[in-house]
């Protein structure tokens, strides 16, 4: 693409939609970007710089439910010359534990409808986010042509679009899988297991977890995923390809759980795989039990700080706590000479994270660490 490219964003106000919009602006990398999602930046927490982003006026905003053709249709509508050049899908229910239902209208039928609509519009190249939970290995990390068997709903939803994909007539396609996605801004992949060992420093335990510390949790920053998006949308060997985007830290749930005991000064104890494993006859009870030894303290702690509001939450879903290995290999992204802006998660981008919120008055002051 000899001139910038103009860049659609669906689900653009959510996190990873978000360091992709203030990454193009940033880099001055596009002509035109529009952000088409149904919660308006106002309302989306986003911070300062982020709001910066937003307000730009190569930005423009749209508000769309993409589940619905009419509007989907109305979202990929021509910007003000030519046509959209690179889409990016990171519009989806990304909620756990939802019915097969809403994974079906929130995920399956909304995807197909942006690639078709994206196919249409003859866009030079659409991106979708999957999802990385489509198999467990301890041993060995997955390449992108593992056997696939996903070990969540909304992967398994995520797996049935990635197939779809190839049957668009004229849709020049590229999926990514992810694992773990941390950085600013994030309210469901890392922050409850941060809000949760801060808690464990207010509460003054040691923070027990299920099963061990080897269960393996890779990880990559968003600002990576962000990165990613943009270099593969403009190579050419991309195209009809699928890629794992993941950092080099192998994370386990011991080295995340390591970085959070150095910051908040906590200790962390593992209840085994003997032990976890009897949960498993009543996983609902047990994860409601932990759910409402978190969710007190959390709630007493946002009051005593004035924190009214917070779009945070130490709740943990059933499925994010199976014994299953988020292991991926990323050789493949590698191979086109990506080379990683963050290689390895540390204790430092952890602290942004939190700094970030409590500076906005949506993490409790008192469990900041010092």
Same mark, same amino acid.
């Given at each position: 693409?000899?001139?910038?490219?103009?860049?659609?964003? !669906?689900? /653009?106000?959510?996190?990873?939609?978000?360091?992709?919009?203030?990454?193009?602006?940033?880099?001055?990398?596009?002509?035109?970007?529009?952000?088409?999602?149904?919660?308006?930046?106002?309302?989306?927490? !986003?911070?300062?710089?982020?709001? #910066?982003?937003?307000?730009?006026?190569?930005?423009?905003?749209?508000?769309?439910?993409?589940?619905?053709?009419?509007?989907?249709?109305?979202?990929?509508?021509?910007?003000?010359?030519?046509?959209? +050049?690179?889409?990016? #899908?990171?519009?989806?229910? #990304?909620?756990?534990? =939802?019915? @097969?239902?809403?994974?079906?209208?929130?995920?399956?039928?909304?995807?197909?409808?942006?690639?078709?609509? $994206?196919?249409?519009? /003859?866009?030079?190249?659409?991106?979708?986010?999957?999802?990385?939970?489509?198999?467990?290995?301890?041993?060995? $990390?997955?390449?992108?042509?593992?056997?696939?068997?996903?070990?969540?709903? &909304?992967?398994?939803?995520?797996?049935?679009?990635?197939?779809? !994909?190839?049957?668009?007539?004229?849709?020049?396609?590229?999926? &990514?899988? &992810?694992?773990?996605?941390?950085?600013?801004?994030?309210?469901?992949?890392?922050?409850?297991?941060? %809000?949760?060992?801060?808690?464990?420093?207010?509460?003054?335990?040691?923070?027990? &977890?299920?099963?061990?510390?080897?269960?393996?949790?890779?990880?990559?920053?968003?600002?990576?995923?962000?990165? $990613?998006?943009?270099?593969?949308? =403009?190579?050419?060997?991309?195209?009809?390809?699928?890629?794992? %985007?993941?950092? +080099?830290?192998?994370?386990?749930?011991?080295? *995340?759980?390591?970085?959070?005991? @150095?910051?908040?000064?906590?200790?962390?104890?593992?209840?085994?795989?003997? *032990?976890?494993?009897?949960?498993?006859?009543?996983?609902?009870?047990?994860?409601?039990?932990?759910?409402?030894?978190?969710?007190?303290?959390? $709630?007493?702690?946002? =009051?005593? @700080?004035?924190?009214?509001?917070?779009?945070?939450?130490?709740?943990?879903?059933?499925?994010?706590?199976?014994?299953?290995? !988020?292991?991926?290999?990323?050789?493949?992204?590698?191979?086109? #000479?990506?080379?990683?802006?963050?290689?390895? %998660?540390?204790?430092?981008?952890?602290?942004?994270?939190?700094?970030?919120?409590?500076?906005?008055?949506?993490?409790?002051?008192?469990?900041?660490?010092?």
């Amino acid at each position: 693409m000899s001139e910038k490219p103009r860049v659609l964003i !669906l689900g /653009g106000c959510g996190f990873i939609g978000r360091h992709l919009v203030d990454f193009l602006v940033k880099n001055e990398l596009a002509s035109e970007i529009r952000v088409v999602d149904k919660t308006p930046p106002q309302m989306a927490w !986003l911070n300062k710089t982020h709001t #910066n982003a937003y307000e730009n006026p190569l930005v423009e905003f749209c508000s769309a439910n993409l589940i619905n053709p009419v509007f989907c249709k109305k979202a990929f509508a021509a910007p003000s010359s030519g046509t959209w +050049d690179i889409v990016v #899908n990171c519009a989806a229910e #990304n909620r756990p534990n =939802q019915s @097969d239902a809403v994974y079906k209208e929130g995920i399956y039928k909304l995807s197909v409808n942006c690639a078709n609509e $994206a196919a249409q519009i /003859g866009a030079k190249r659409y991106i979708e986010l999957s999802s990385g939970n489509i198999a467990s290995s301890e041993k060995t $990390a997955l390449a992108e042509n593992c056997k696939t068997d996903p070990w969540t709903s &909304l992967a398994k939803f995520k797996l049935k679009v990635e197939k779809e !994909l190839s049957s668009v007539p004229k849709l020049n396609y590229t999926v &990514l899988r &992810l694992p773990i996605v941390y950085g600013v801004g994030d309210t469901r992949w890392l922050t409850p297991r941060i %809000i949760i060992s801060a808690l464990y420093k207010y509460l003054g335990e040691t923070m027990k &977890l299920l099963w061990n510390e080897s269960m393996k949790l890779n990880t990559v920053h968003v600002g990576d995923v962000a990165a $990613a998006v943009w270099e593969l949308a =403009q190579n050419p060997k991309a195209s009809g390809q699928i890629y794992n %985007i993941v950092d +080099d830290s192998d994370s386990t749930q011991g080295s *995340i759980s390591d970085i959070l005991a @150095d910051i908040f000064g906590i200790n962390v104890d593992y209840w085994g795989v003997t *032990i976890s494993n009897i949960t498993k006859v009543n996983m609902s009870d047990v994860i409601g039990e932990i759910n409402d030894k978190h969710m007190g303290p959390w $709630a007493e702690l946002c =009051q005593k @700080d004035e924190v009214y509001n917070t779009p945070l939450t130490p709740y943990m879903d059933e499925e994010l706590l199976y014994h299953k290995h !988020l292991n991926l290999d990323n050789s493949k992204l590698k191979s086109l #000479n990506y080379e990683l802006r963050v290689p390895k %998660i540390t204790a430092d981008q952890v602290k942004e994270i939190i700094l970030d919120y409590a500076d906005r008055k949506l993490f409790p002051q008192s469990l900041v660490m010092t």
